[in-house]
Every structure is written in structure tokens, then in C-alpha cells.
């Protein structure tokens, strides 16, 4: 008789639960980018955020383009760092919101530690952010920074 060890079944189940996340996350994002949807609501952006992000290991930086109804057209993770800092390329996010002709954004990261609280640097990073959009008029709507499941919205708090 074949027996199956209980941690190669806990494996199992893990990858089995993984793997209809990643399926739920791509059916979310697919409904999100349908024509009249709106990511209008702060509280809609922070949940799909801590559902992206919330387990990762290590910082990511990205943005939600949004069309001029601020449907989404692309959810891209441009930067990705180590567990305690991201390098972010305004010029590079300047190209991608060229590339996908959005008329918004809403830039974010997480912090692998759980902590949320914004630092001077994503204060900064986020005035040059929205500095370097306005010139091609893309308008930065939030910078959201998520901690497992904790979230800081710049705009909410009136940093935007």
C-alpha cells in the first residue's frame, strides 16, 4: 500500500491553495479591466493591493494605470528590491506610462516587515513621482504602501 507523508500532502495543499489565489487575483484583475469598472474607491485599491503583495518577501514597487474613467489597464510591478528597500527610476515609470497611454496612476509598494508607516524617501519619491507624470499629464491619484494587511493611502491621509 502506498502512503503519502503528511508533509509532502501539506505541500500538496499549499501549492493546490496557491495556485487558485493566483487563478482569483488573475479573475479579479480581468473584471477590474472591463470596460465602465472604476478603481474609484480607496478601500477597492488597498484590498486588491494587500491581495497582490501582502505575502511577499521582498519590497515591490508598482503601478495601476488607469484610463481616463480610472478603469484599469495594467497592474505593473516595475521595481523589485530586497526586504528593506526598493530603487525606483522615475524615467522608467515615465516610459511605462507612455507605453500603456494612461491618463492616471496609482504608484505602490509594499514593506515586508508589516510596517506601513510612509518613510521621507516614499514622501519624496512620491512628490517627484507625480512631478515627473504631470509633465506627459498623467495624474498620480495615491501611493499606497502595504504591510501584510495593513495599508497607508497617501491620498486618504491628504499627502497627494
Known amino acids: ?25 488573475a479573475l479579479l484583475e480581468s473584471r477590474l479591466s472591463r470596460p ?18 501582502a505575502q511577499l518577501e521582498h519590497e515591490e514597487f508598482g503601478v495601476l494605470w488607469l484610463n481616463p474613467q480610472h478603469g484599469l489597464i495594467k497592474n505593473e510591478r516595475l521595481f523589485r528590491g530586497t526586504t528593506t528597500q526598493t530603487s525606483v527610476y522615475p524615467r522608467e515609470v515615465v516610459k511605462a506610462a507612455l507605453s500603456c497611454n494612461a491618463a492616471a496612476a496609482i504608484v505602490y509598494h509594499n514593506h515586508p516587515s508589516g510596517a506601513v508607516e510612509p518613510s521621507r524617501a516614499d514622501e519624496e519619491l512620491t512628490r517627484t513621482l507625480k512631478t515627473a507624470l504631470s509633465l506627459i499629464d498623467v495624474r498620480v491619484l495615491d501611493h499606497v504602501v502595504v504591510g501584510g494587511a495593513d495599508t497607508v493611502s497617501f491620498a486618504e491621509r491628504g499627502m497627494i
Do not use: C
Not at 503528511?6 to 499549499?14: N, P, Q
Open 1 to 25: 500500500m502506498n502512503t503519502i507523508k503528511s508533509e509532502d500532502r501539506a505541500a500538496y495543499i499549499v501549492e493546490r491553495e496557491d495556485d487558485t489565489i493566483r487563478a482569483a487575483l
Open 36 to 53: 465602465g469598472v472604476a478603481f474609484s474607491a480607496p478601500g477597492d485599491v488597498k484590498a486588491y493591493l494587500v491581495l497582490q503583495l
